[in-house]
């Protein structure tokens, strides 16, 4: 039987990505969703989650996809009231707020899932087996994308907490802290903050590594042209390109085959992860993405740019 489940937020990633995932899944079924603009077809639809709550016990689990801000406030009444939650990337506006959910979800012997979909790209998994066991001389992420194609008009990427490029950079720190072998931590960063704005559109990190090795990280979301969502790591025994955020694996050059879904296996993953995780009546919080941007922003060195316009 498939577990019954319902979206709250129905915007942009709802849409693209959230119900297309859960249509074609045997594990879950679409059975409400809590919207204040919008509905979704084939599905009871409310504007309030509490009423939806209340109206439909059987939905065991809530998948939130609204922007990080307002989340904590729904992930805590759900847990309230006693549902599973799947929480969108980045899990919260702050560390704490994400800690204490986790905590209310243990106490009341929920799953609470902070789901990075970047992890979940076709070739995550053979980039970080590639890497056990070699050293790392330089790890080179390159995150340059359009905020205009991926978030168009959406204002709150660039209020506070909605956390300006780190929105998509934090995917890149979620594929860093899932393949890099080694622990690092941020040494300095540099941040450009529109003149008009509250978060950055660029930003540059550089990190400390054990063994020496040099990591930073360039993140740009001012960026035209084709997105580069690249990481690049050369080692003591060869290089591997992990581009396209993951989808597609180059060692030396050469194209590596054998999971050519690219990112289409995202979502439907992480579906897949949390009905697991359900099941096995345990959760999956790991904040070391968020860590890594938290610390960017503790450290940074602030640079105002030209406002940003739509
Ligand atoms: P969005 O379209 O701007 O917002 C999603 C929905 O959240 C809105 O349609 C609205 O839903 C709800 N919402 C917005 N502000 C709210 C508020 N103050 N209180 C309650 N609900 C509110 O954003 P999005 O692009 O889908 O992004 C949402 C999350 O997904 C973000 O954390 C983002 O990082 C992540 N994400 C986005 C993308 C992408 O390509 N855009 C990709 C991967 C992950 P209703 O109108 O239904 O109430």
């Known amino acids: 039987m498939p577990r019954k489940i319902a979206l709250v937020g129905v915007g942009k990633i709802a849409v693209d990505q959230h119900i297309p995932a859960l249509n074609a899944s045997s594990e879950w079924e679409l059975s409400a969703a809590v919207s204040r603009n919008t509905v979704v077809d084939g599905v009871p639809n409310f504007t309030d989650m509490d009423e939806m709550l209340k109206a439909h016990p059987e939905v065991e689990v809530v998948s939130l996809c609204m922007p990080p801000v307002p989340r904590f406030a729904y992930a805590q009444a759900a847990i309230a009231a006693g549902r599973h939650v799947m929480l969108e990337k980045p899990p919260g506006a702050t560390l704490s707020e994400v800690h204490t959910l ?39 992420v390159t995150w340059h994308e359009d905020v205009r194609k991926w978030h168009p008009n959406q204002d709150w990427v660039f209020e506070a907490g909605g956390m300006g490029v780190f929105d998509p950079g934090i995917n890149a720190l979620s594929i860093v802290t899932e393949i ?63 581009k396209n955020g993951g989808g597609v694996l180059l060692i030396d050059g050469v194209v590596q085959t054998g999971a050519e ?4 296996g995202e979502y439907p993953n992480l579906y897949a992860n949390m009905a697991r995780l359900v099941a096995d009546a345990a959760s999956d919080v790991d ?16 640079n105002v740019v030209k406002a940003f316009d739509w």
């Open 287 to 302: 904040l070391r993405p968020m860590l890594h941007v938290s610390d960017a922003l503790t450290l940074g060195k602030r």
């Open 261 to 264: 879904d690219g990112l289409s």
């Open 102 to 140: 986790a905590d209310l979800a243990t106490k009341a012997g929920l799953t609470l899932y902070a789901t990075w979909h970047s992890r979940e790209a076709a070739f995550v998994k053979a980039a970080k087996a590639w890497l056990v066991g070699k050293t790392i001389k330089s790890f080179t």
């Open 180 to 242: 890099l072998p080694d622990p690092i931590h941020l040494k300095s960063s540099v941040l450009d903050f529109p003149e008009n704005r509250d978060t950055p559109i660029s930003a540059q990190l550089d990190f400390y590594h054990p063994h020496g090795g040099t990591v930073t990280a360039d993140m740009n979301w001012d960026h035209s042209g084709d997105d580069v969502w690249q990481i690049e790591a050369v080692t003591d025994a060869g290089v591997l390109t992990l």
